[in-house]
């Protein structure tokens, strides 16, 4: 079993950047794909980046790619969502989650085990 618990959220003006973190309990954490997924009021969810188990490998999100940027520290238990250049399109809920993922599934939302509650980002223009 795994909790995940986000932070980082806020309110910032177009082209700012906001950190999201998202603290992971128990000591499986390293053996889990991470991912980063957003939604917006009236959207489905979609996926914005993804990391592999030691942090080798790192997927994103067309929209995204270029502005963010996934990181983890197993011994911290933790992944990060830097995010730059921000729009008001980012706007939305965004959530982690952990999975047990090949590689061509890491954009799958069915794919992830656990869910954390999510943090809001608002952009303003």
């Known amino acids: 079993q795994v909790q995940l618990v986000e932070s980082g959220g806020g309110l910032v003006p177009a082209g700012g950047s906001l950190r999201l973190s998202c603290a992971a309990s128990?000591?499986?954490?390293?053996?889990?794909?991470m991912g980063w997924f957003r939604q917006a009021p009236g959207n489905e969810r979609e996926f914005v980046a993804a990391i592999s188990e030691n942090g080798s490998r790192t997927y994103y999100e067309d929209s995204v790619k270029g502005r963010v940027t996934i990181s983890r520290d197993n011994a911290k238990n933790t992944v990060y969502l830097q995010m730059n250049s921000l729009k008001p399109e980012d706007t939305a809920a965004y959530y982690c989650a952990a999975g047990s993922i090949i590689v061509d599934h890491v954009k799958f939302a069915y794919e992830y085990d656990y869910w954390g509650q999510g943090t809001q980002v608002t952009v303003s223009s």
């Open positions: 128990g000591r499986t954490f390293s053996s889990y794909a």
